[in-house]
C-alpha cells in the first residue's frame, strides 16, 4: 500500500525545521501533546491539531545561531540545543528575551543529543566522537542557572577509534521510573555500551564491545530492558541480548 502526507506543518516563511523532539522526553506517558521544532535560527513549541496555527510559541533569532538538534527530558519547559559550532546550550524556557542558562563546548558540531530522564546528564554526537555532559554542580542545575564552575564534557572512549567513522545515535537506558544506568552506541561493525557511574568517575572506555556481522544504522535499548537491544542493518531488524555485570 502507498503511503501519503496526512498533514505538512509550518513554523512559517523561511523557517526551515531541520530537528524536532517531544516537549517532553517521555511525552507518551504524559499526555503531551507538543512537540518542539527548529530551524537555523528560531525555536518552536508546536501542537499538531492547532490547524493552520500550530505555531504556540516562538523565539526567532535576527542572526543565524546555526542550531543544528534539539532535546528535552521530563520537564514540561527545559530543553537543550545543539549547534554546528559545537556548542550545547541549556534552556530554562521558550519566552521571547530568554537567554541560554549554561553553554558547553565540544569542538565539534553536535549531530544529535539525548538526555536522561532526569536531565542531569547528556549524551552528544559529533562527527566523530561521544561526549558524556553532566549539567549540574552540587545539585545546581545549569538548566536553571549559570554555572559558574561547570562540569568538564566527557568523551568517550573506544579502543581502535579513528575518524573515518561516525557512531550511530548514542542512547540511554531509558525506562520510566528507573535511572539511567547506561550508554549504548555503534561504530563500523561494533556496539559499544558504557556505564554512566564509570564513566563519571573518569573511567570512559566501554563496559563492553559486541562485534555483529553487519553495521548497524542505529542501537538502542528496548524501553525498560536494559539487557536488549533493538539492532537496525539496511538490511535487517533483530533484537540482540546483552549479557554483562553493571
Not at 521571547?96 to 544529535?112: L, N, Q, Y
Not at 538548566?143 to 557512531?167: C, H, I, T, V, Y
Not at 555500551?193 to 563492553?208: E, T, V, Y
Request: glycine share 4%; hydrophobic share 35%; proline share 3%.
Amino acid at each position: 500500500a502507498e503511503s501519503k502526507v496526512i498533514q505538512e506543518i509550518s513554523a512559517g516563511s523561511g523557517q526551515e525545521i531541520i530537528n524536532i523532539c517531544p516537549a517532553a522526553q517521555n511525552a507518551e506517558f504524559e499526555n503531551t501533546p507538543y512537540f518542539y521544532a527548529i530551524s537555523e535560527k528560531g525555536i518552536f513549541l508546536m501542537d499538531p491539531r492547532a490547524g493552520n496555527k500550530p505555531v504556540l510559541k516562538e523565539r526567532i533569532y535576527s542572526s543565524n545561531q546555526r542550531f543544528s538538534c534539539i532535546a528535552t527530558y521530563n520537564s514540561q519547559e527545559n530543553f537543550v540545543l545543539g549547534t554546528e559550532d559545537g556548542d550545547i546550550k541549556l534552556f530554562n524556557k521558550l519566552v521571547k528575551d530568554e537567554r541560554v542558562k549554561t553553554t558547553f563546548s565540544t569542538g565539534g558540531s553536535i549531530k544529535a543529543i539525548n538526555c536522561t530522564n532526569c536531565g542531569k546528564y547528556l549524551v552528544a554526537n559529533t562527527a566523530n566522537s561521544l561526549f558524556l555532559v553532566p549539567t549540574f554542580v552540587d545539585n545546581k542545575s545549569g538548566f536553571e542557572q549559570q554555572l559558574r564552575m561547570k562540569p568538564e564534557a566527557l568523551r568517550l572512549l573506544f579502543d581502535g577509534d579513528s575518524n573515518d567513522k561516525e557512531w550511530t545515535l548514542a542512547q540511554f537506558d531509558s525506562s520510566r521510573f528507573e535511572q539511567e544506568r547506561l550508554i549504548v552506541s555503534s561504530k563500523s561493525n561494533k556496539i559499544a555500551i558504557w556505564s554512566l557511574n564509570q564513566a563519571m568517575q573518569k573511567n570512559l572506555d566501554p563496559l563492553c564491545v559486541k562485534e555483529v556481522k553487519e553495521q548497524p544504522i542505529s542501537c538502542e535499548f528496548i524501553f525498560g530492558d536494559r539487557e536488549s537491544l533493538i539492532v537496525s542493518t539496511k538490511n535487517s531488524i533483530y533484537l540482540h541480548k546483552l549479557h554483562y555485570s553493571t
